[in-house]
């Protein structure tokens, strides 16, 4: 059975720094795309980072220069370093896996996590 479980979310200032982690388990991780996506109340789910099986990335126009997706294979992990955080990256976060980073970047997700909630204030 699959599990993906995130963490580091909280509540930050604007301008602030958070990072967020995802601990994978009961798949073949380093074989995996991983991404991370997020919604935001009343909006559409959006990717905004993603990271091929052999470290090719991906970031949406919004997250580039201030999000850095990251993956250690050996630990089944996947993160995402946010700094100069705003209050419209407020949204829950979500990791996601599948096959290949085209098909997360089309909104193709085999398997995600529960989520952890991120809150920037102004």
């Known amino acids: 059975q699959v599990r993906m479980v995130e963490s580091g979310g909280g509540l930050v200032s604007a301008g602030g720094s958070l990072t967020l982690s995802c601990a994978a388990s009961?798949?073949?991780?380093?074989?995996?795309?991983m991404g991370w996506y997020r919604q935001a109340q009343g909006k559409e789910r959006e990717l905004v980072a993603g990271i091929s099986s052999d470290g090719n990335t991906y970031y949406k126009d919004s997250g580039k220069g201030r999000f850095t997706i990251s993956r250690d294979n050996a630990k089944k992990s996947v993160f995402l370093q946010m700094k100069s955080l705003k209050p419209e990256d407020t949204a829950v976060y979500y990791c996601?896996?599948?096959?290949?980073?085209?098909?997360?970047?089309?909104?193709?997700?085999?398997?995600w996590g529960q989520g952890t909630q991120v809150t920037v204030s102004s």
């Open positions: 009961g798949l073949t991780f380093s074989r995996y795309a």
């Open positions: 996601a896996a599948q096959t290949l980073l085209n098909e997360l970047v089309a909104g193709s997700f085999r398997w």
